[in-house]
């Protein structure tokens, strides 16, 4: 079954790190462009970060300088690693396969809740 | 970066009514666009993908139109599972940008 699942998020004071994992099946997140998207409570959804198949990595200027995309060929697993965090950080974090013929995202893992506040 | 706007930002109809949401882009984005559904408390699914193909499964109800700057999703017959918040997305650049969102009620 093709699927993502992602961990990791918490609460975590201002100036915080986390690191959100999502791991994949049914496909391998090396062959494939993968994203971050991110929704704030009660609000829309928020691109934050792509990693194309060659590893080129590109971000939301909201969070340029601050996260890092990354993956794990052998673990299957997408990463997102997150520095400096602020309040306006804080939302629910969805890791999606973006399709590389059709540029939309078509596979969506259930997503993983980053809190930042004291 | 490219500014999606989106047309109602909520809409209210009956089960069986013929419904439209708008999509504006900034700039010309040919068909790179993608709209989603997404319903409370769960991960957004793909509906239509390259502004106008069905994501396989979904029901032939939806349909997307459009290119250039406008877009339209069109639901032939509105279901009580269509009830839902409906974004449009548009991949012409790297940065993508979502529309903000309509909420689609049933009366």
């Known amino acids: 079954e093709v699927q993502l699942v992602a961990s990791g998020g918490g609460l975590v004071q201002p100036g915080g790190s986390l690191r959100l994992s999502c791991v994949a099946s049914g496909f391998n997140v090396s062959r494939n462009y993968m994203s971050w998207v991110r929704q704030a409570p009660g609000k829309g959804l928020e691109w934050v970060s792509v990693i194309y198949s060659g590893d080129s990595t590109y971000y939301a200027d909201s969070v340029k300088g601050r996260f890092t995309i990354s993956r794990d060929t052998p673990k299957n697993t997408l990463y997102l690693q997150m520095n400096t965090l602020r309040a306006e950080d804080t939302a629910m974090y969805y890791c999606?396969?973006?399709?590389?013929?059709?540029?939309?995202?078509?596979?969506w893992g259930l997503g993983t809740m980053v809190t930042v506040s004291a | 970066d490219i500014q999606m706007t989106q047309s109602p930002s909520t809409l209210s109809a009956y089960v069986g009514d013929r419904v439209t949401i708008t999509c504006r882009a900034s700039q010309s984005i040919s068909t790179w666009l993608a709209w989603y559904q997404q319903k409370p408390g769960k991960a957004p699914t793909l509906l239509i993908y390259?502004?106008?193909s069905l994501q396989s499964g979904v029901p032939s109800r939806f349909s997307g139109s459009g290119s250039g700057t406008e877009f339209t999703l069109t639901i032939s017959s509105l279901q009580p599972d269509d009830s839902a918040t409906y974004y449009c997305?548009?991949?012409?650049?790297?940065?993508?940008?979502f529309g903000q969102g309509t909420k689609v009620e049933i009366k």
């Open positions: 999606a396969r973006d399709h590389i013929q059709w540029d939309a995202f078509d596979i």
């Open positions: 390259k502004a106008s």
């Open positions: 997305q548009q991949s012409n650049i790297i940065q993508r940008t």
